[in-house]
C-alpha cells in the first residue's frame, strides 16, 4: 500500500506510471523523455536533484542522459563504487543519509562521487530481467526530505520509467538504422529503383536520378517500364516486371531511355524481395554499359598501337644495324690503315684516336643494350647507399663542362647548374650508379638536341618533403605533342625515318623511365617544338642520414609562440610516417612535454606494458600504421590502461572517420593536416 504523504494516493501513483509509459509517444528524444520523466515524477517528490544513470557493463561507467543537480553535473563517469552501482549490483532500492553513507564508505562499498548529501534515493531501472541504470534524487540541506515511502514509490515507478528509456532508446536505434540504410541507398553507386506492384515506384537513389536525368522525387508514384522504356521495349519490360513479382530474379542487357529520349545501352538486374507474406517489393539495378564499347574502341587502337609498335621495332632493328655497323666500319677500316708503312706519327695518331673514339661508342651501344635486356628481364637490382646529391652533381656539372669544350661547343651553349632553394645537409639513401645513369642520360640528350642557348639541370625538394626533384631544361629543338609519350618506350624516337639528323638508338628515355621507377619515382617531360624541353623525374626522400629541421612557421611567416605549461608531461605519438612524428616531435618538444615515438599499433602497447601504463600521460594516435592500426590499438588501450587519454590523428578527415575514431575509444579526433594552436589546445584539455 502507497502512503499518504503530501496527499499521495494510488490513483496519482497510477496516473504517474501512465503519463511516463505513454510518454515514448511524443517525446522525440531520450533527454526529452528523462525531462519528462522528471516533471511527471515531481508530482510525487522532490525532484531539484534528480538523474537518471544507464549502466554500461563493457566499460564499468554511467552515462547520465539527464543530470539536473544544484551542486554537480556528470555526463560519463566510472561506475566502481558508486553509491549508483551499488543500487545496480544489488537490484534493490536505498535510501542513504549521512551516517549510513559514512558505513558503506567504511566497509569499503561505496566512495564519495561529487558534492556529499544530507539523503539520497536510488531505484533500478529494470527492463524485464535486466538491469539498464538506476533514477536517482537527492537533498543536499535536509536529510528528512525522502522517506522510506519515496524509495517505495521511486522502485516502483522505476519499472516503468526503465521500459520507457529503452522503448525510446530502441526508437532512436530504429531510426538510426533507418537513417543508415536511407543513406546507403541513396549513395549507392548504381542506379537503383524499388518498385511496389504493379510496378510502382517507391524510391529511387541518386545514381538512378544522375543517369536517366530525373529531379529527386520525380520518378516516385510513377510506372518504371512506361517511365524510361522505349515503345519497342515496353513489352519485353513488363514481362521482366510480371516475372520479378513472382519470385524470379532477373539479369541481362537490354536498352532503356533517358528524360531528354536519349537512349543507352544499359545491363539490368531485377531482384524480389518478399518483406512479407502479402508483399513483394523488386530492386532494380541499371549500369551503363555504353563504356564498354568505348572499351572496344579502345582495344582496336591498342591493336593498332602494337602494329605501329612492330613497324617501329624493325625500323629500330634497321636503325640499330646502322648505329653498330658505323663505329664498326671506321674501327675495321682505320685498322687497316695502320698497317700502311708510309704513315706520318701524327696519322697513326689520329687512326688510333678514331679507333678508340668509335669504340667507345660502340661500347656505350652495347652497354644500353644489354641494360634494356636486363631491365626488361627484371635483372637488374638497386644497390642503395647513402648518397650526398650536392657532390653528384658537382660531378655531373664538371663532366659535362668538360664534355662542351672537348666538342667546341662553349660558345654555343652554356651549361647551368641550378642550385635548389633548401640545400640537402644529408645524404639520402638511393643507387648512386643508377641516379647518375638518369642524369646522364637526360643532360646527354639535353647537349645534343640544342644548338645554341643553354642546358639547366638541377633538383628541389618537393613541397610534401617526401621526394627529390630532378630537372633537365634546354633550349633545344623540343618534342611534338603527339611523341612526348612514345620518347619513353622502347624502339621509340621522334624521328626514325632514314634521313634523320641526330643519331643515337632512342634507349636512353626508355631506360631512364625504368629506372626512375625501380628507384620508385616517375619521369615526364614538358615541351613545346622549337622551344625547347624540361625533363622531370623524382626519387624518394627516404632513410636519411641525419635529419631535416624543420621550421614551425606559420602562414604569413609569423612564428609560432608557445605558452603552454605542461610541468613535464609525457606524450606516446604513434605515427609511422617519418615527417609526420618530426613535426610532432618538434611542436611538443618546444612546448614543454616529453615525448615518446612508436611506429605502429604493437610498438605503443609494449611501450605501455613495459612501463605499466605510468610513464606514459596521453597517446597521441595515428589511425592509418602498419602491422596494428589506431583503432585496434586504442581497444587494447582503453581495456588496459583506460585512464590515459587517447586522441586520434588521421588524415582520414569526415564525420564517419570521427564517429569510427570515438567509438574506438578514442577520447578526442584531430584531422590532418594538424593546427598547432589546436592540437595544443586538445592536449591540454586532457593534460
Wanted: hydrophobic content about 35%.
Amino acid at each position: 500500500m502507497l502512503n499518504n504523504r503530501k496527499g499521495l494516493d494510488q490513483e496519482t501513483v497510477l496516473k504517474t506510471l501512465l503519463e511516463i509509459s505513454n510518454a515514448t509517444v511524443f517525446t522525440k528524444d531520450l533527454r526529452e523523455l528523462t525531462a519528462f520523466v522528471r516533471e511527471q515524477l515531481s508530482k510525487l517528490m522532490d525532484t531539484t536533484n534528480f538523474y537518471i544513470a544507464l549502466y554500461h557493463p563493457e566499460d564499468d561507467t554511467f552515462t547520465m542522459p539527464f543530470f539536473s543537480d544544484t551542486q554537480d553535473h556528470f555526463e560519463r563517469v566510472p561506475a566502481a563504487k558508486t553509491l549508483s552501482y551499488y543500487v545496480v549490483k544489488t537490484n534493490r532500492a536505498l535510501l542513504v543519509r549521512e551516517k549510513e553513507f559514512r558505513e558503506l564508505v567504511k566497509k569499503g562499498e561505496v566512495e564519495l562521487v561529487g558534492t556529499d548529501s544530507k539523503v539520497w534515493v536510488g531505484a533500478p531501472l529494470r527492463v524485464h530481467d535486466r538491469i539498464i541504470g538506476m533514477v536517482g534524487v537527492q537533498s543536499y540541506t535536509d536529510e528528512n526530505t525522502y522517506t522510506e515511502a519515496d524509495k517505495n514509490i521511486l522502485e516502483l515507478v522505476s519499472y516503468q520509467i526503465g521500459l520507457a528509456i529503452e522503448k525510446k532508446q530502441r526508437e532512436e536505434e530504429f531510426r538510426i538504422e533507418k537513417t543508415y540504410f536511407e543513406q546507403l541507398f541513396q549513395n549507392i553507386p548504381e542506379a537503383t529503383v524499388i518498385q511496389e506492384y504493379p510496378g510502382t515506384i517507391t524510391d529511387a537513389n541518386v545514381a538512378f536520378n544522375k543517369l536517366f536525368g530525373f529531379e529527386e522525387g520525380e520518378a516516385i508514384g510513377k510506372t518504371l517500364d512506361e517511365l524510361i522504356v522505349p515503345e519497342e521495349y515496353r513489352d519485353e519490360a513488363r514481362s521482366f516486371t510480371e516475372r520479378s513479382f513472382r519470385g524470379e530474379m532477373i539479369e541481362t542487357e537490354t536498352v532503356r531511355m533517358k528524360k531528354n529520349g536519349e537512349r543507352i545501352d544499359v545491363s539490368l538486374v531485377i531482384t524480389p524481395f518478399r518483406i512479407s507474406p502479402e508483399k513483394t517489393i523488386i530492386y532494380a539495378l541499371y549500369r551503363d554499359i555504353g563504356k564498354w564499347k568505348e572499351v572496344e574502341r579502345s582495344l582496336r587502337a591498342a591493336k593498332e598501337k602494337a602494329e605501329e609498335a612492330d613497324r617501329m621495332k624493325t625500323a629500330f632493328l634497321t636503325n640499330m644495324s646502322h648505329e653498330i655497323r658505323t663505329p664498326m666500319n671506321a674501327i675495321l677500316g682505320f685498322a687497316q690503315l695502320l698497317s700502311l708503312e708510309d704513315l706520318t706519327p701524327d696519322q697513326k695518331k689520329e687512326y688510333v684516336n678514331i679507333i678508340k673514339n668509335s669504340g667507345d661508342s660502340l661500347l656505350r651501344l652495347i652497354d644500353d643494350i644489354l641494360d634494356l635486356a636486363r631491365l626488361e628481364a627484371g635483372q637488374v637490382t638497386m644497390r642503395e647507399e647513402y648518397v650526398n646529391i650536392d657532390d653528384l652533381m658537382n660531378s655531373l656539372e664538371t663532366t659535362f663542362s668538360e664534355l662542351i669544350v672537348s666538342h667546341h661547343r662553349a660558345e654555343a651553349i652554356e651549361l647551368r647548374r641550378s642550385n635548389p632553394t633548401q640545400r640537402l645537409p644529408f645524404k639520402v639513401k638511393t643507387d648512386p650508379l643508377r641516379l647518375r645513369q638518369i642524369l646522364n642520360n637526360l643532360i646527354g640528350n639535353a647537349i645534343k638536341f640544342t644548338h645554341e642557348g643553354y642546358v639547366e639541370f638541377g633538383y628541389q625538394v618537393t613541397p610534401n618533403r617526401k621526394e627529390l626533384l630532378f630537372f633537365v631544361k634546354d633550349t633545344g629543338i623540343g618534342i611534338p605533342d603527339d611523341k612526348k609519350e612514345v620518347i619513353f618506350e622502347r624502339f621509340q624516337q621522334v624521328d626514325n625515318s632514314k634521313t634523320r639528323v641526330y643519331p643515337g638508338t632512342g634507349l636512353g628515355l626508355a631506360i631512364s623511365k625504368k629506372l626512375t621507377e625501380l628507384l620508385g619515382g616517375r619521369i615526364w617531360v614538358v615541351s613545346k617544338e622549337g622551344e625547347g624541353s624540361q625533363f622531370f623525374f623524382t626519387i624518394p626522400l627516404k632513410n636519411l642520414e641525419n635529419d631535416i629541421s624543420i621550421g614551425l612557421r606559420l602562414s604569413g611567416g609569423a612564428s609560432i609562440t608557445f605558452r603552454e605549461d605542461p610541468r613535464g608531461k609525457r606524450i606516446l605519438i604513434a605515427e609511422d610516417d617519418e615527417f609526420n612524428y618530426k613535426y610532432l616531435r618538434e611542436v611538443l618538444e618546444k612546448a614543454g612535454y616529453r615525448v615518446y615515438h612508436a611506429g605502429n599499433g604493437k610498438e605503443v602497447l609494449h611501450i605501455l606494458e613495459r612501463e605499466g601504463g605510468k610513464k606514459v600521460d596521453l597517446v597521441l594516435m595515428d589511425i592509418e600504421m602498419p602491422e596494428m592500426n589506431g583503432f585496434e590499438a586504442t581497444l587494447f588501450i582503453k581495456k588496459r590502461f583506460a585512464e590515459i587519454p587517447v586522441i586520434a590523428q588521421t588524415a582520414y578527415a569526415s564525420p564517419e572517420e570521427e564517429r569510427k575514431c570515438l567509438k574506438a575509444g578514442c577520447d578526442a579526433y584531430l584531422a590532418k593536416p594538424l593546427q598547432v594552436d589546436k592540437l595544443l589546445k586538445e592536449i591540454k584539455k586532457f593534460l
